[in-house]
């Protein structure tokens, strides 16, 4: 399986700033996924991070607030900004493995709670 | 948005006893993978099943996958204590790995 890891693992912060959230890949994958949860909901795309392109985004989600980095194949960030306390989810990455196929891996999460 | 929904929404049970959870969805499917998620952490793959199988096992869990009736179910069978999670199916239309979940169902096995 493949190995990911989030920073910061849990945020507070307080509205009106922006939050950038890291994701780490232990091998370099062709497409990652940002998933927010909302409190008791389940998970939600917000746009694929393509390395060398524009992230593409999903319906609902625009780049002014949720900008999307992926400088390479194994590193991807989303920034979460100007927050208000809607934004209070948790925050997940995801990817398949290197050599291809379908299964989907998830990082650890990164919950946000926006004052 | 979300594919479909799982039902049941919560289910508790004793250990020792079997969970089943199902998942209907709305399009047609690549693959269906379920997860567990353990109070509001990360995800942890549990199982595949492309949408040319009807069932597969693993250790405890079975997984049985109908594309006429656009569902599947989950079940946990001789449930421990540990089982308690959070449990989500998720579809993907053509393995394209981008993936779009169900509701979820909220297990609580009680020991």
């Known amino acids: 399986s493949a190995v990911i890891s989030q920073k910061p693992s849990r945020d507070i912060c307080q509205r009106g700033t922006s939050l950038t959230i890291q994701c780490q890949v232990d091998?370099?994958?062709?497409?990652m996924f940002w998933y927010r949860q909302q409190p008791g909901q389940s998970l939600t795309l917000i746009a694929t991070a393509n390395q060398g392109s524009e992230a593409t985004y999903e319906s609902g989600f625009v780049i002014d607030k949720f900008p999307i980095s992926r400088p390479n194949l194994t590193f991807s960030t989303l920034t979460v900004s100007n927050m208000s306390p809607e934004d209070s989810s948790i925050y997940l990455c995801s990817s398949g493995l290197a050599g291809g196929g379908e299964t989907q891996y998830f990082g650890p999460g990164t919950r946000l709670l926006v004052l | 948005s979300q594919q479909g929904e799982e039902d049941p929404q919560a289910l508790s049970i004793q250990e020792g006893e079997n969970a089943t959870m199902n998942c209907s969805y709305k399009?047609?499917?690549?693959?269906l993978q379920w997860y567990r998620q353990n109070s509001g952490r990360g995800l942890v793959h549990l199982i595949l099943?492309?949408?040319?199988?009807r069932e597969k096992h693993s250790g405890r869990l079975r997984v049985t996958l109908d594309t006429s009736k656009k569902s599947s179910s989950l079940l946990i069978t001789a449930s421990r204590a540990a089982d308690t999670a959070s449990y989500f199916c998720?579809?993907?239309?053509?393995?394209?790995?981008?993936?779009?979940f169900g509701g979820g169902t909220r297990l609580m096995v009680k020991p």
């Open positions: 399009t047609s499917i690549n693959n």
């Open positions: 998720a579809t993907d239309p053509n393995a394209g790995n981008m993936l779009t």
């Open positions: 091998s370099q994958v062709t497409m």
């Open positions: 099943i492309r949408s040319n199988e």
